[in-house]
């Protein structure tokens, strides 16, 4: 084999990309980027209302949002964690359900002003 063309194919050899450690990558990031979606599941006596507060904590960040509906409510937002204050404004039971990355918190409170709290980090 003429030296040329030994070097022209070892330079080709280097620069054929490497799939699978880019994959190894980008599914990483994939589920980096699943494990920090927060889904909250507010449930219980149909209609039920309640009134309260959402922090959503991103890094050195946080937002809060007013909260105010009634049950069944289905939220999901990007964060590393959440803090919530939900109070029962109507007759009925509430069951609040937050889920982010595999792990799964709940609390449920039935009564008018009662107060739920719940923070997940």
């Not at 050899?13 to 994959?23: H, N």
């Not at 009925?92 to 009564?111: F, I």
């Amino acid at each position: 084999m003429k030296p040329t063309l030994w070097l022209v194919l070892a330079t080709l050899a280097v620069m054929v990309p490497d799939l699978s450690s880019g994959m190894a990558r980008q599914t990483q990031v994939i589920q980096q980027d699943i494990k920090q979606m927060i889904q909250i599941n507010i449930s219980g006596t149909h209609g039920t209302r309640y009134s309260g507060s959402l922090t959503i904590h991103n890094n050195s960040e946080s937002d809060t949002y007013p909260l105010d509906g009634s049950v069944p409510t289905q939220l999901e937002y990007p964060g590393e964690g959440v803090t919530l204050e939900i109070t029962v404004q109507s007759e009925g039971s509430l069951a609040l359900e937050v889920r982010q990355g595999g792990n799964l918190s709940t609390s449920r409170a039935e009564g008018v002003g009662s107060v739920m709290q719940l923070s997940v980090r």
